[in-house]
């Protein structure tokens, strides 16, 4: 009798397959005509102009690198690219912005190393959570930092800047408080001499170099392509570099490790971030996108003769990167007792 039944509820299961085999058929068909669709409408991203928010003003290396990399994209992804200008805090002002927008790929954030930096000097007021917020997309560029001053204070080195400022109340402009310029200067000027030369924040590395130029500021401490061209018409001396060997482009500017100060391995970069929760497949279009153009012959020469060195990379190691970054900076903070000014 249980064998029967069963026998029973089978043949009915049987039947009832049969007459939703028209259904089940439909449904298939639908299914995948909406999954070919889908990969479609994928396959066209992006369909509407792409907005790129520069965390720093119009003259720095973030707005030079941001415009060589965003005009170009608008030949590699044939859409419009537009870039915007969201300042103020450090870079902070920009973070907070973006991460806000929409996560629909359409939205990108160009900022630099600021960006690990703030939330150790900051803390929350920071604005945003690099792990929470933002998914990082790659590294356009990076840079070493440098130490100028004005074409008109009697130093050539940097042993004699340091024999200056202990006779001289000296000042340093710098791209703002917590940027990695402003760091490196905190660690060599107030830590290692100990001396107190006062640090002059301004709104991002173009106003800093200008400062320093139009001797605003007797010193300067900007990643090099603040004042790359300065230092080349000799309206400002580069007397030192934060990289670990000299700079192609300046081969005359030693190296801090050359001068005495093994310590300081600093670096600016600029990166490209997208608000959390954006696509992965969207985040890897853009990547591939920038790292074609940043492996351009013609891309690589802009942004040389600005004094930036091009990076690239995948998701991945772009990824990893900043997260070394944001531990390297925090240490860096602790370090200094840099504070938010």
Not at 74 to 88: A, L
Not at 91 to 117: E, H, R
Not at 234 to 250: F, H, M, Q
Not at 292 to 320: D, F
Request: charged share 15%; glycine share 8%.
């Amino acid at each position: 009798m249980h064998s029967t039944t069963i026998n029973q509820q089978l043949s009915n299961k049987k039947s009832i397959s049969k007459a939703q085999l028209p259904a089940v058929a439909f449904a298939g068909m639908l299914t995948v005509l909406l999954s070919s669709f889908a990969m479609s409408a994928h396959a066209a991203y992006p369909e509407k102009p792409i907005r790129m928010t520069v965390s720093f003003p119009p003259g720095g290396p973030v707005d030079m690198a941001a415009r060589i990399i965003s005009n170009r994209l608008t030949d590699v992804m044939k859409q419009s690219v537009f870039v915007e200008n969201k300042t103020g805090a450090g870079g902070n002002v920009g973070a907070q912005i973006v991460a806000k927008y929409p996560n629909d790929g359409y939205n990108f954030l160009i900022t630099s190393s600021s960006y690990a930096v703030n939330p150790s000097l900051y803390g929350e007021k920071a604005g945003y959570n690099p792990a929470k917020d933002f998914s990082p997309v790659i590294i356009i560029a990076t840079q070493p930092n440098v130490v100028s001053v004005n074409e008109k204070v009697p130093v050539k080195t940097l042993e004699e800047l340091k024999a200056y400022a202990v006779k001289e109340k000296l000042s340093f402009s710098s791209p703002g408080s917590g940027t990695t310029p402003h760091l490196t200067c905190e660690n060599l000027f107030h830590v290692i001499w100990k001396n107190d030369i006062t640090h002059i924040p301004y709104r991002g590395a173009g106003p800093a170099s200008v400062a320093v130029v139009g001797g605003e500021t007797p010193i300067g401490c900007t990643a090099v392509a603040g004042v790359f061209q300065f230092h080349k018409q000799g309206k400002v001396r580069i007397l030192g570099v934060s990289s670990t060997e000299r700079v192609a482009e300046l081969p005359e500017v030693p190296t801090m490790q050359e001068l005495g100060y093994p310590q300081i391995q600093d670096y600016t970069w600029v990166a490209v971030l997208a608000p959390a929760g954006t696509s992965p497949e969207q985040v890897n279009t853009m990547n591939r996108a920038i790292a074609k153009i940043v492996n351009e012959p013609e891309t690589k020469e802009k942004l040389s003769q600005a004094g930036l060195i091009p990076v690239g990379g995948t998701v991945a190691q772009t990824t990893t990167y900043l997260n070394n970054e944001l531990k390297h900076w925090s240490k860096v903070v602790i370090e200094t007792k840099a504070k938010p000014e």
